[in-house]
């Protein structure tokens, strides 16, 4: 591999911070009356109408409908970095996880063994780092929760699930899922599981297989459909962007020069634009995110690239703790003070984030 075309360590982590800020905006924006709703887990043509409406008539209100339209997209980019860093960290050559090489075995038992105590621990760790990220968070979410208006009614199964990590597979997920924003644990337990199955150190033309399929599921179904609202909060919705990552990783085919980035950008958020109107090419919409993604951090300036580079440092414990101050500050904008509400809200999710990330360092970590 040629490292000098990887995405640095500096870039990857700027690149979450701008990730983690699009989430965390468009989770307060979308719970606004009166602002464009966006085409997350289904399509619908007349959220699209509302964005071309608001673009040829904007108001004070464009910031807000646009994170709330389209923020929601660096969900995407996380899955890419994602698999990104699972490449970086496992496939290099010379670097196994550790405690996970098989030795050649001279019957299929020893083999199988060695191969299902590798997936354990594969997994377990993975879990646990989840886990350990979003209990403390989730816990604190249900007291504030239940102690402001609107509280949320937990049936038994609700909290067991979101423990266990597993409640995107029940019926009606997005009645379930609360915090919402949580869904993304359940989906990652599902795409490091399939990875370690069937992707790691695989033939690339495994990764563009379960691309091609997952792709193919959802475009059988109809706009509204129930079925792809299920799909796509599972493993069969996200696994493009996180195939990409894969793929991009493995592949180091990455632009030299700030023109080609450039370029390559602008040509990405042109065709985000044009591909999100439209029910077919809506689903390619997160391939050209990750690629205006990876561009943007190679054109950035370096004090600009470094803001974002501190915001990502805390990206996992603002992921988990905005929706606790969401529920806090968000009577402010739905009062009128819609960008004072906003500020607020941000500001106190990153100083509280700051915080919680420095209490998960004291934490023990999980052992590989």
Not at 243 to 268: K, T
């Amino acid at each position: 591999m040629n490292n000098a075309q990887l995405l640095s360590r500096a870039e990857c982590t700027a690149l979450r911070g701008i990730a983690i800020l699009s989430i965390v905006l468009h989770n307060y924006c979308h719970w606004l009356r009166g602002i464009v709703h966006e085409n997350e887990y289904n399509y619908n043509q007349d959220n699209v109408d509302s964005l071309m409406y608001i673009l040829g008539h904007p108001d004070n209100r464009l910031f807000i409908h646009l994170f709330s339209f389209f923020g929601h997209y660096g969900v995407p980019i996380f899955l890419f970095l994602s698999a990104y860093g699972l490449v970086m960290k496992y496939e290099r050559p010379g670097v196994l996880p550790q405690g996970n090489t098989v030795q050649l075995a001279t019957d299929w038992q020893s083999y199988l063994k060695g191969w299902v105590s590798g997936l354990w621990r594969f997994m377990r760790y993975h879990w646990l780092k989840l886990f350990r990220m979003m209990i403390f968070g989730f816990v604190l979410f249900l007291v504030v929760d239940n102690i402001t208006p609107g509280a949320h009614r937990y049936k038994l199964t609700d909290i067991v699930t979101q423990l266990l990590m597993v409640n995107n597979f029940m019926p009606e997920p997005h009645h379930v899922i609360w915090p919402g924003p949580y869904w993304f644990f359940g989906l990652m337990v599902q795409l490091y599981l399939l990875y370690r199955l069937l992707l790691y150190k695989r033939h690339w033309g495994f990764t563009l297989a379960a691309i091609v399929l997952c792709m193919a599921a959802q475009m059988l179904c109809q706009p509204g459909d129930d079925a792809l609202n299920y799909l796509r909060y599972n493993f069969v919705g996200g696994m493009l962007p996180f195939g990409i990552g894969l793929l991009y990783a493995r592949f180091n085919q990455q632009l030299v020069g700030f023109w080609y980035n450039l370029l390559f950008f602008v040509v990405s958020v042109v065709v985000v634009l044009n591909y999100s109107n439209g029910f077919t090419a809506w689903f390619f919409v997160p391939l050209f995110v990750c690629s205006a993604g990876f561009t943007l951090v190679k054109i950035l300036p370096r004090c600009v690239l470094r803001l974002f580079e501190w915001v990502g440092t805390v990206s996992a414990a603002l992921f988990v703790v905005h929706p606790i101050l969401r529920k806090v500050f968000i009577p402010i904008s739905r009062r009128g003070d819609l960008y004072t509400g906003l500020l607020v809200y941000l500001v106190a999710s990153i100083v509280i984030a700051y915080l919680y990330h420095e209490m998960l360092k004291r934490l023990p970590s999980p052992k590989y």
